[in-house]
Nanobody, 125 residues
Framework: QVQLVESGGGLVQAGGSLRLSCAAS????????MAWLRQAPGKERELVAA????????YITESVKGRFTISRDNAKNTVYLQMNSLLPEDTAVYYC??????????????????WGQGTQVTVSS
């Protein structure tokens, strides 16, 4: 089992920055591929960024490339999403997700086993 708790969401003006954190706990928390997904009102949930267990491999969706960065600190079992140059269209509930794996270089983009409760990010124009 893995428990995920997100934090760092809030209200920010367009052009501003936020850093989301996802603290993982549980037996397999330290060996999981992790990701951030988001869901805006009336839209489907979409993958934003993903990172391998080792932290050496990442995936960033095209719409946020150059603005968002995913990273992790395995000593703290925490994954981060640094969001810069935020746009109103980034407004959504952001979810952290985990996929325990034996492959330290695997980047998971679907099929997550564990989810956090979500944190709201609102970008005003």
């Amino acid at each position: 089992q893995v428990q995920l708790v997100e934090s760092g969401g809030g209200l920010v003006q367009a052009g501003g920055s936020l850093r989301l954190s996802c603290a993982a706990s549980g037996r397999t928390a330290s060996s999981a591929a992790m990701a951030w997904l988001r869901q805006a009102p009336g839209k489907e949930r979409e993958l934003v960024a993903a990172i391998s267990w080792s932290g050496r491999r990442t995936y960033i969706t095209e719409s946020v490339k150059g603005r968002f960065t995913i990273s992790r600190d395995n000593a703290k079992n925490t994954v981060y999403l640094q969001m810069n140059s935020l746009l109103p269209e980034d407004t959504a509930v952001y979810y952290c997700a985990a996929d325990p794996t034996y492959d330290s270089e695997r980047v998971a983009i679907v099929g997550f086993d564990y989810w956090g409760q979500g944190t709201q990010v609102t970008v005003s124009s």
